[in-house]
């Protein structure tokens, strides 16, 4: 079992910026794959970025391609998401998500969830 906690979140203009941050409990950081999600009000949920067990590949989703990038520390047991030139559409609970063998964008597929973090862009 592992759990993770997300922070960072909260309410910037549009254009600024953020970095989420994602700590993990335990002792096998490296042995997970993580990935950053994220949900709209009355949307489904949606992948934003993954990260492999190094930190050697990565994935994102189009939409954030150039203004996002996640990194991974393992030895602080933490994943990163750093946000850039941020827009009211990114406005979403962020969650971040491990698991031990998958490596992808699929949410169904991570075992382990935070509780999420809340980031509003505004106007």
């Known amino acids: 079992q592992v759990q993770l906690v997300e922070s960072g979140g909260g309410l910037v203009q549009a254009g600024g910026s953020l970095r989420l941050s994602c700590v993990t409990s335990?002792?096998?950081?490296?042995?997970?794959?993580m990935g950053w999600f994220r949900q709209a009000p009355g949307k489904e949920r949606e992948s934003v970025a993954a990260?492999?067990?190094?930190?050697?590949?990565?994935y994102y989703v189009d939409s954030v391609k150039g203004r996002f990038t996640i990194s991974r520390d393992n030895a602080k047991n933490t994943v990163y998401l750093q946000m850039n030139s941020l827009k009211p559409e990114d406005t979403a609970v962020y969650y971040c998500?491990?698991?031990?063998?998958?490596?992808?964008?699929?949410?169904?597929?991570?075992?382990?969830w935070g509780q999420g973090t809340q980031v509003t862009v505004s106007s």
């Open positions: 998500a491990a698991d031990r063998s998958y490596f992808g964008m699929t949410p169904k597929e991570y075992d382990y």
């Open positions: 335990g002792r096998t950081f490296s042995s997970y794959a």
């Open positions: 990260i492999s067990w190094t930190g050697g590949s990565t």
